[in-house]
């Protein structure tokens, strides 16, 4: 795989359903979705949508990888997730065999290894076997098998959003 399948960005301040403004310090969600471009390719997208909108019943057409409730930030505040909230975007997208979250699902992987919230017990195939520090049980990742440079890349992406300066 050359490319990361996926492109994260700043929450958008408006509405994905209703197109109303999202004001910062306003309690949103974020949803993340899987959509396909016009070039064939499969992506993952960032979608945000006012609380009681998405309560409702407001979702996007294509399939919710993962969602997660956050506050809109200040127009010039450094992005960032919190690591509870990255762990629920994890633990959500288990089980998904789109080629866009199993590598967003990967990348989250190593970042919480890289913060020592998941330890690396071993390898089986193409998976990583790990747990979380001081919990029972196992959860495996699908090795995407980027290239060096697609994989450099995705971290710096996925670094971005969460306020690490770079994944990897």
């Known amino acids: 795989m050359t490319s990361p399948g996926f492109e994260l960005t700043r929450p958008a301040d408006t509405?994905?359903?209703s197109g109303a403004a999202i004001e910062p310090g306003t309690p949103y969600v974020a949803v993340l979705t899987e959509v396909v471009g016009?070039?064939?390719e499969a992506r993952?997208?960032?979608l945000s949508y006012l609380i009681e909108t998405f309560e409702n019943g407001s979702?996007?057409?294509?399939?919710?990888l993962a969602a997660w409730r956050s506050v809109m930030p200040e127009p010039n505040a450094a992005p960032s997730l919190p690591l509870g909230d990255l762990r629920d975007v994890f633990e959500q997208l288990e089980g998904t065999d789109a080629a866009a979250a199993v590598t967003l699902r990967y990348l989250i992987a190593l970042v919480l290894m890289r913060k020592k919230k998941l330890v690396?017990?071993?390898?089986?195939g193409e998976e990583l076997v790990?747990?979380?520090?001081?919990?029972?049980?196992?959860?495996?990742?699908v090795d995407p098998?980027?290239?060096?440079e697609a994989l450099a890349e995705a971290s710096e992406r996925l670094g971005d959003l969460i306020g690490i300066g770079g994944a990897s």
Do not use: I, M, W
Not at 59 to 64: D, F, G, I, L, N
Not at 120 to 124: K, V, Y
Not at 130 to 141: A, F, I, N, P
């Open 145 to 148: 098998k980027l290239d060096h």
């Open 44 to 46: 993952v997208e960032r």
């Open 120 to 124: 690396l017990q071993r390898t089986e």
């Open 38 to 40: 016009e070039d064939g």
């Open 59 to 64: 979702r996007p057409e294509t399939p919710v």
């Open 130 to 141: 790990l747990s979380y520090r001081g919990e029972d049980g196992e959860t495996r990742v």
């Open 15 to 17: 509405c994905h359903a």
